[in-house]
């Protein structure tokens, strides 16, 4: 007999490769990235809005290009590198340290967002060691979690937030010269 469809919430759940992990993985940033999204609008940053609306539909690019055919091209993670160099341009300042994830709520769902991009090149990872994978979307994934953070500092700056630095007690950090 026929198992009920209701019952699979996804056809590949109980394959044992790597490549389902980095699937759910890649869900989740989606997901996540949608919720971001949310939070974005209520702020009312339009640019981050509009960058939001363009990633979502690359995240599950990502998620496809492993089972699927490979659908991130150079022209995207062009894309997405133009929008990491405008992040940067304004948010260069509050970036020359760590900082603590917090702030607005859509800064924290961005944060969010970079750690579950983070998670889904880490799953990527163990899919290559399966089998082979396109180095595009290991670039494209690095990327997408950098952006999100730069997103995440404009999104407070944008608020009028200012960023909490991260000291380690884990880590020595370089100490800045100052000018004399």
Known sequence: MKKDARYSCYPFMREKVATVDFEIRTDCLTTHAGVALVAVKKEAVEVVKEDLLEILPMAYHV???????????????????????????HVKEEIQNFVL??????????????????????????????????????DYLGLLANVFFVMAVYMNQQAGLAEIPFISKSYPMKKKKENV
């Open 63 to 89: 998620n496809g290009s492993v089972r699927g055919k490979l659908a991130v091209t150079d022209e995207d993670l062009a894309w997405l590198s133009s929008r990491y160099d405008f992040y940067v341009s």
């Open 101 to 138: 994830p917090q702030g607005t709520e859509a800064a924290a769902a961005l944060h969010l967002c970079r750690s579950e991009a983070k998670k889904s090149y880490r799953a990527l990872h163990k899919v290559s060691e399966e089998r082979e994978v396109p180095e595009i979307l290991f």
